[in-house]
């Protein structure tokens, strides 16, 4: 069974930094994607910034560009979201949603974690 679990969000003043985790569990793969999503009070969801594990390879939403920083460690299969300068239009919950390829397909499954919330003060 998939299983993805989020944590590391809190409360923090604007300008603060958080540091959020995506452990991933459950599953064998050649290859896979974690992305980071965020959906603020009466909005939708949206993408944040997501890393290939095969590569290290990275996109990030104009929003969070350097500000953000996502890096893997591939031995414990971990995705971590560094979040600097956060700004009160940061809060939001956290998702991380995954998509796994094994043995050379990419699963057709949709994989989230629970959600880290995290709530920036002015």
């Known amino acids: 069974e998939v299983q993805l679990q989020a944590s590391g969000g809190g409360l923090v003043q604007s300008g603060g930094s958080l540091r959020l985790s995506c452990a991933a569990s459950?599953?064998?793969?050649?290859?896979?994607?974690i992305g980071w999503f965020r959906q603020a009070p009466g909005k939708e969801r949206e993408g944040v910034s997501c890393?290939?594990?095969?590569?290290?390879?990275?996109t990030y939403a104009d929003s969070v560009k350097a500000r953000f920083t996502i890096s893997r460690d591939a031995a414990a299969n971990t995705v971590y979201l560094q979040m600097n300068s956060l700004k009160p239009e940061d809060t939001a919950v956290y998702y991380c949603?995954?998509?796994?390829?094994?043995?050379?397909?990419?699963?057709?499954?949709?994989?989230w974690g629970q959600g880290t919330e995290v709530t920036v003060s002015s």
């Open positions: 459950g599953f064998d793969f050649d290859d896979f994607t």
């Open positions: 949603h995954a998509d796994i390829r094994t043995n050379g397909v990419w699963r057709q499954g949709d994989y």
């Open positions: 890393i290939r594990e095969r590569d290290g390879s990275s």
